[in-house]
């Protein structure tokens, strides 16, 4: 290697913290931004009317699209991320959407975003209760309709019984918005992200995966009975072995392949308990979902 390729690989290694600072000062602010405008909206829901709900409901779908276009902008123009997205995926904005995807980083997030923008409505996840508390990013998810569950450990149902299948009941409450138009729900079925430390504990028989479990798909069908038509399997691939949010935000992100696949959803889950999909997980995810994503990414 020459002197001038040192200088600038030494160059750019000295630029990457600022650029991360950088990117993560922008990120913060643009998501102030756009949250901000969220609860300048939220008023209009107070009214009670139809047309101004209406109106409300789209101006939060224009914002939520706006936070994640900005985003891509900021991605694709300063750092250079460059996503092979899969063009193959149908647009369906008629019919509500079950996402599900593999789980190695934060950034998996900002990479399922750009596939789905333009073909599918963003997805609203469900999110723990305690989140809500988050400045600004927490009360701007309620706001949007994102529904918030709290889980009850087995011990505290123990000691008070009354709160069995409370949880269940508070959830199905929240998620009265997201039944009135057709909506994406997104989980990612590992249940947390990846890691090689995670894999040889599980002792996964999946060279990239870990286990699948059917408790939070399982916690969507009963919230949101008969809604669910199929389901969106996105495989989110990396090029390089490990990645992090830094590595994003520092512009240190190599190739990044999505692939899309649909899954005909069968009627018959639809009246299983989440008990019993948890018992059935390995007919229900792995024969459904994991069968093709094996063949993907290992």
């Known amino acids: 290697m020459n002197q001038e390729a040192v200088f600038a690989s030494k160059k750019r290694s000295f630029l990457q913290p600022i650029v991360g600072v950088t990117s993560f000062m922008f990120m ?4 102030f931004f756009w949250t901000l405008l969220v609860h300048l909206v939220s008023p209009l829901l107070l009214l009670k009317q139809s047309k101004y709900e209406v109106f409300a409901e789209q101006s939060f779908d224009w914002l939520y699209n706006g936070w994640v276009a900005s985003n891509e902008w900021w991605f694709h123009h300063v750092l250079g991320v460059e996503w ?12 509500w959407n079950l996402i599900i ?3 190695r980083s934060w950034v998996d997030v900002f990479a399922i975003f750009a596939q ?8 609203r996840v469900f999110m723990k209760q305690a989140l809500i508390w988050l400045p600004l990013v927490g009360t701007a998810t309620y706001i949007m309709g994102f529904p918030f569950m709290k889980r009850y450990t087995k011990a505290q149902i123990e000691k008070n019984p009354s709160l069995a299948g409370k949880d ?4 199905k409450r929240s998620c009265r918005r997201l039944l009135k138009r057709p909506n994406s729900i997104m989980s990612f079925v590992e249940g947390t992200r990846f890691s090689d430390i995670k894999h040889q504990q599980q002792e996964s028989p999946y060279t990239c995966l870990l286990k699948p479990k059917a408790g939070g798909v399982g916690f969507i069908l009963q919230t949101m009975p008969q809604t669910i038509k199929q389901i969106t399997d996105i495989t989110v691939l990396y090029e390089q072995p490990n990645i992090t949010g830094w590595d994003l935000l520092c512009g240190r992100i190599g190739r990044v392949k999505m692939m899309v696949r649909e899954v005909a959803f069968q009627t018959r889950f639809w009246r299983q308990t989440i008990e019993r999909l948890i018992r059935i997980e390995n007919t229900f995810l792995l024969g459904l979902i994991y069968t093709g994503k094996i063949k993907i990414c290992g």
């Open 168 to 171: 269940l009941a508070t959830t």
């Open 101 to 103: 995807a593999n789980h």
């Open 116 to 123: 789905l923008r333009g073909r599918r409505p963003l997805p």
């Open 28 to 31: 913060s602010m643009n998501a």
């Open 84 to 95: 092979e997205l899969d063009d193959n995926m149908q647009t369906d904005f008629q019919h």
